[in-house]
């Protein structure tokens, strides 16, 4: 019931939140440095050749975030193997200083280790010994964690030609001097009047750098852009929904978008169709594939009353490198209500399918199927459940459209669809397995309540989901609950293994021709696999729960595994469900990097059992139900389900006695602002400060007494 309780309101969370609107031009950048910013630019590395043949060049680097263009996340080296990873230790530890969700991919180059942290830190480290070369902290204001639907997070960097270049979460595009991590030029990629921002990891295509950016659970219109990484110049702008249809089109594609979209004026609230995530470059066909995310709002009732499948909602698209122009589409999830972003991890690779050489395209988005493409022409050539789905009986291969099940279509009436809005597998990065052909993806199983919000209205900044999110935090929803690590074998569209893990919410997956899958676990472990079975053959603990994925490098003959721990993201947030070692003790990040025979320790810490001292409860039920009602609307997205808390940040019902008397100044004034804590001066009533205090007051009563139950002596307990 408990676990039930939070899935919900995981999936709300970080489901929804991440889109984008994309309003406005981008101011010129601003060059930060000397007067001669590109010096040395076009002679660095690594350059277009590097990045285009990393996989034969570069065997023992990482060069962008999916280590090559294909992003398949395969290493081969293979140092570390099936019959040794029992041996890995910790090499060494960099402790990042933060506390909040650690989601990136590192790169390595030349020795040097570039990360990305909460608050959109960057540091460049010593990659043999951890040293730390240098740390570059973009001050991003605290109150942009009002606009953030899933954690403070990074998803990583993108390195080239010298420089390192990183989105931030206040919608900057910042390029670093690779050398001494000083900022070079930086540019406002989005409206900063608008919801929006950035925690995907940018990608860099022919001289020109690629950024997407979040916030279509609040409401705004998604779009990518390419800036020039010598300069920082605007070179095109994709936007990926239609905008007011009275004005003109910014391209020929929106034109044609804008005819499956009825009724309705969603680009007020802005539409939605955020590039939050995956962006993956073909250089044989000179296509760029980017996933587009859910609507503004969710429900298509709410923003094309008419119907219409709502392009280019939902999709994966193939744009010009060069232009930015559209060349094909395809729509996993025509007109969706669910937000079942097309976002995720996608990965290019070679198939031979039905006696044919296929290049494919590869994708496990929200929805719950697994997707081959034909990359080329975007020809869908199969699609199959990877998870359990009942939202759609099928896709149908001749139309390449999804068949909707009874109900999916749900309105004011509590309708339990599988999966949830979390997704059967979110942002974590999947691998392709090459020598076994198996592709590994991080799944999970979460159900969720949906159900439209009959009093919508459209509250600028806030979130605008148009789901009764009550409903969703608190009610039971259908079907299962957990996570395991998925072996797919994409050619015969089935299942080959599975490991379980005790929650779903784990962390990205390497592969390596070591024949082992590498995953980090919610449940704060470090773990590989032989890749062929899935037979665990190395365990260790992490500290921490693990959301981010592995990466693996070679540096003087000796091959390392590094990984971010920081647990986090929507789910860490709002699940109430922290894993046990970081229950409120800080959740220390770290950057933990292993090699064979390594012999660090990772230092302890023991949570202290919290005991909430008495606070008499003097509100009326009343107030306290006021207080239920508008926790579960403004707070429940990061402080958990009622008011349990996910392990990141402050459980509500554990605070000092005097901050529940500092709730006016924390909730209107912005006193905690520096910790991460936005006003919510916009919003709030004092009356709903006071119902808020009520709210939480009970519920530190109601963990005093569970508490007090279960340290009572055994006997005493079953007295009578
Ligand atoms: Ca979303």
Redesign the pocket.
């Given at each position: 019931m408990a676990n039930r309780v939070r899935i919900l309101f995981a999936l709300l969370v970080f489901?929804?939140?991440?889109?984008g609107c994309g309003c406005g031009d981008s101011d010129p950048a601003t060059p930060v440095d000397a007067p001669d910013s590109t010096s040395g630019f076009m002679s660095a590395q690594p350059d277009d050749v590097a990045l285009r043949e990393a996989a034969t060049t570069h065997p023992g680097d990482w060069l962008s975030y999916g280590r090559t263009y294909s992003e398949q996340r395969y290493s081969p080296l293979s140092q570390i193997d099936e019959g040794n990873v029992a041996e890995l230790g910790l090499a060494w530890i960099y402790e990042t200083g933060t506390i909040r969700g650690l989601e990136a991919t590192p790169l390595v180059h030349d020795g040097v280790l570039y990360g990305t942290g909460s608050w959109s830190i960057v540091f460049a480290l010593d990659a043999k010994t951890g040293h730390e070369l240098w740390r570059y902290d973009p001050q991003v204001p605290r109150s942009v964690a009002a606009s953030v639907?899933c954690d403070v997070v990074n998803r990583g960097a993108a390195l080239y030609r010298g420089r390192v270049y990183v989105g931030t979460l206040d919608g900057r595009l910042i390029a670093l001097d690779a050398k001494s991590g000083e900022p070079v030029w930086e540019v406002q990629t989005t409206d900063p009047s608008r919801p929006y921002t950035i925690t995907g990891a940018p990608r860099v295509v022919k001289g020109k750098v690629l950024i997407g950016n979040s916030g279509?659970?609040l409401g705004v219109r998604g779009y990518v852009s390419a800036y020039d990484a010598s300069s920082g110049e605007l070179v095109w702008r994709f936007y990926t929904v239609p905008g007011n249809p009275e004005e003109p089109f910014e391209s020929p594609a929106l034109a044609r978008a804008a005819a499956t979209w009825k009724g309705g004026r969603w680009w007020e609230i802005g539409g939605g169709g955020t590039v939050w995530d995956s962006m993956v470059f073909d250089p044989d066909l000179d296509l760029l594939y980017v996933g587009t995310?859910?609507g503004s709002p969710w429900i298509r009732t709410l923003r094309s009353p008419g119907g219409g499948d709502n392009l280019y909602l939902s999709s994966i698209l193939a744009l010009r490198p060069d232009t930015g122009e559209l060349v094909w589409h395809y729509q996993t999830t025509p007109g969706d209500s669910w937000?079942y972003?097309a976002t995720q991890p996608m990965i290019l690779a070679e198939l031979e399918i039905g006696g044919r050489q296929r290049r494919v395209l590869m994708q496990a988005p929200k929805n719950g199927f697994f997707y081959v493409l034909d990359r080329e022409t975007g020809e869908l050539l199969s699609a199959e459940p990877y998870v359990t789905v009942t939202w759609a009986k099928r896709v149908d291969p001749e139309t390449g459209r999804p068949v909707l099940a009874e109900g999916a279509l749900y309105g004011e009436a509590t309708q339990d669809i599988l999966p949830g809005?979390s997704g059967g597998h979110n942002w974590q990065p999947m691998s392709f397995h090459r020598d076994t052909g198996l592709v590994m993806i991080p799944a999970m199983e979460m159900g969720m309540a949906f159900a439209l919000d009959p009093d919508f209205r459209y509250r600028p900044g806030a979130s605008n989901m148009g789901i009764d999110t009550i409903v969703a935090s608190t009610s039971i929803a259908a079907g299962g609950f957990g996570g395991f690590l998925l072996a797919w074998d994409p050619v015969a569209q089935r299942e080959v293994w599975r490991v379980p893990h005790r929650r779903p919410w784990n962390g990205g997956v390497l592969s390596t021709a070591g024949g082992l899958v590498f995953q980090g676990t919610g449940q704060a472990t470090f773990e590989a696999f032989r890749a062929a079975t899935g037979e665990r053959l190395f365990s260790t603990p992490a500290g921490t729960g693990v959301v981010a994925p592995p990466i693996t490098y070679e540096i003087d003959g000796e091959q390392y595994v590094s990984l971010l721990a920081g647990w986090g993201g929507g789910y860490a947030l709002a699940s109430a469900d922290p894993p046990d070692e970081t229950l409120a003790s800080g959740n220390h990040g770290r950057l933990l990097t292993f090699k064979l025979g390594g012999e660090r320790k990772l230092p302890t810490e023991s949570a202290p059992k919290f005991s909430p001292e008495a606070i008499p409860v003097t509100a009326d039920a009343a107030l306290v139900k006021a207080g239920f009602e508008t926790y579960h609307t403004w707070c429940v997205a990061c402080h958990g389900p009622s008011a349990i808390g996910g392990g990141t940040i402050p459980d509500l019902r554990m605070l000092t006695p005097t901050r529940y008397t500092q709730f006016e100044e924390i909730l209107m004034e912005g006193a905690l602002l520096e910790r991460g804590m936005p006003s919510f001066e916009k919003w709030l009533k004092e009356e709903d400060v006071d119902a808020l205090r009520a709210y939480v007051l009970e519920r530190r009563q109601a963990l005093r007494v569970a508490r007090s139950a279960e340290s009572a002596p055994a006997s005493s307990a079953t007295a009578n």
């Open positions: 489901a929804g939140f991440v889109s639907c279509a659970e995310g859910n937000d972003t809005a």
